[in-house]
């Protein structure tokens, strides 16, 4: 095998002891390796075998998450960019990383509860999801006015009049021992563990990144064989709504899934097919409901639920814009 990565890492155990670690990656006949030896006091003392397999972009999702998880257990490498990410944290990212990081360690838990009651109610009457609604840094950093709003990262000129009102009603009764602007926080941190608690995050958006990948490459398999959303879902662990925007998503991205749709759809009615595709026709792809009511009727239920009817109308979906494309794809060249 041949190594074409390696880099070290050590980190404080105990009382100012050094450990080592050596991260590295090694490729031979197209096959991946991707590994983790521990050494203490010079001496190797256990490895760890991460991948091994053929695709270089799964080897990439799971040592960016393996490595994650070790820098948020403290190990800091000796060659910097150990990610191999393009972009970096602007200034401006890292302010509101660290004020989200002083947040999560000294909220006010009854404002934050008041702010969740809030949200709910609201979201609900408004049909909008409930973190869009208010930033979970209002609780912790108490705002009394429309100017210090403004300074809380992800509240805009357009939520506080909007919202504005609700909120102040809610923090500025509570007693507070800060002041505005935040600039104070930063003296707050304690550095080090606002880095590990960086690579906490970066753990989870890689794991995120890692489960996409995983599972992209069962459902391709899966399609391939011919197998239905039943199989798939047992294999991947994903329940069936999840299954099917995962599904679409394959589709954007040029993949061919008719297999699958063939498979799912092979005990619908013909004529109740083409309902659906009329349906699509008349009043558009964008929202289902219609869709449902134009074919099933307004006061359409059904004993089992809806759930596999939605599933009939997403796979119908994809049928059909999938033609429509290339007729909108014709329109727009001329």
Same mark, same amino acid.
């Given at each position: 095998?041949?190594?074409?990565?390696?880099?070290?890492?050590?980190?404080?155990?105990?009382?100012?002891?050094?450990?080592?670690?050596?991260?590295?990656?090694?490729?031979?006949?197209?096959?991946?390796?991707?590994?983790?030896?521990?050494?203490?006091?010079?001496?190797?003392?256990?490895?760890?075998?991460?991948?091994?397999?053929?695709?270089?972009?799964?080897?990439?999702?799971?040592?960016?998450?393996?490595?994650?998880?070790?820098?948020?257990?403290?190990?800091?490498?000796?060659?910097?960019?150990?990610?191999?990410?393009?972009?970096?944290?602007?200034?401006?990212?890292?302010?509101?990383?660290?004020?989200?990081?002083?947040?999560?360690?000294?909220?006010?838990?009854?404002?934050?509860?008041?702010?969740?009651?809030?949200?709910?109610?609201?979201?609900?009457?408004?049909?909008?999801?409930?973190?869009?609604?208010?930033?979970?840094?209002?609780?912790?950093?108490?705002?009394?006015?429309?100017?210090?709003?403004?300074?809380?990262?992800?509240?805009?000129?357009?939520?506080?009049?909007?919202?504005?009102?609700?909120?102040?009603?809610?923090?500025?009764?509570?007693?507070?021992?800060?002041?505005?602007?935040?600039?104070?926080?930063?003296?707050?941190?304690?550095?080090?563990?606002? +880095?590990?608690?960086?690579?906490?995050?970066?753990?989870?958006?890689?794991?995120?990144?890692? !489960? %996409? #990948? @995983? $599972?992209? *490459? &069962?459902?391709?398999?899966?399609?391939?064989?011919?197998?239905?959303?039943?199989?798939?879902?047992?294999?991947?662990?994903?329940?069936?709504?999840?299954?099917?925007?995962?599904?679409?998503?394959?589709?954007?991205?040029?993949?061919?899934?008719?297999?699958?749709?063939?498979?799912?759809?092979?005990?619908?009615?013909?004529?109740?097919?083409?309902?659906?595709?009329?349906?699509?026709?008349?009043?558009?792809?964008?929202?289902?409901?219609?869709?449902?009511?134009? +074919?099933?009727?307004?006061?359409?239920?059904?004993?089992?639920?809806?759930?596999?009817?939605? !599933? %009939? #109308? @997403? $796979?119908? *979906? &994809?049928?059909?814009?999938?033609?429509?494309?290339?007729?909108?794809?014709?329109?727009?060249?001329?």
């Amino acid at each position: 095998m041949q190594i074409v990565f390696m880099n070290r890492l050590s980190r404080i155990s105990g009382v100012d002891q050094e450990v080592f670690a050596q991260l590295w990656i090694g490729e031979e006949e197209g096959v991946w390796s991707l590994g983790w030896r521990d050494f203490s006091g010079g001496e190797e003392t256990q490895e760890h075998l991460w991948y091994a397999g053929g695709s270089w972009n799964e080897m990439l999702c799971v040592y960016r998450h393996e490595l994650a998880v070790k820098m948020g257990d403290g190990y800091r490498p000796l060659i910097d960019g150990v990610f191999h990410e393009e972009d970096g944290l602007t200034g401006r990212n890292q302010e509101q990383l660290r004020l989200q990081y002083y947040s999560e360690y000294n909220g006010n838990e009854a404002i934050y509860e008041e702010l969740c009651a809030w949200r709910r109610s609201r979201a609900s009457s408004e049909r909008k999801a409930p973190y869009i609604l208010a930033s979970s840094l209002i609780s912790t950093f108490l705002p009394h006015t429309p100017e210090e709003l403004l300074q809380i990262p992800g509240v805009g000129e357009g939520k506080v009049a909007q919202y504005g009102t609700d909120w102040l009603a809610i923090t500025s009764t509570a007693a507070r021992e800060h002041s505005f602007p935040l600039n104070w926080v930063h003296q707050e941190i304690e550095e080090d563990s606002f +880095v590990s608690w960086l690579y906490k995050q970066k753990e989870v958006k890689y794991k995120k990144q890692l !489960e %996409r #990948l @995983r $599972l992209r *490459r &069962i459902l391709l398999q899966g399609i391939e064989n011919g197998l239905g959303l039943e199989q798939l879902k047992v294999n991947s662990g994903v329940n069936r709504r999840e299954l099917i925007e995962a599904v679409e998503e394959l589709e954007r991205e040029g993949y061919c899934v008719e297999k699958l749709i063939e498979v799912e759809l092979k005990n619908v009615p013909q004529n109740e097919q083409e309902a659906i595709w009329n349906a699509y026709v008349e009043v558009g792809d964008l929202f289902l409901k219609p869709v449902l009511h134009k +074919v099933y009727g307004e006061d359409f239920s059904a004993a089992e639920g809806l759930d596999s009817y939605y !599933e %009939r #109308l @997403r $796979l119908m *979906r &994809i049928r059909f814009r999938r033609e429509q494309a290339p007729k909108v794809d014709m329109a727009t060249s001329f």
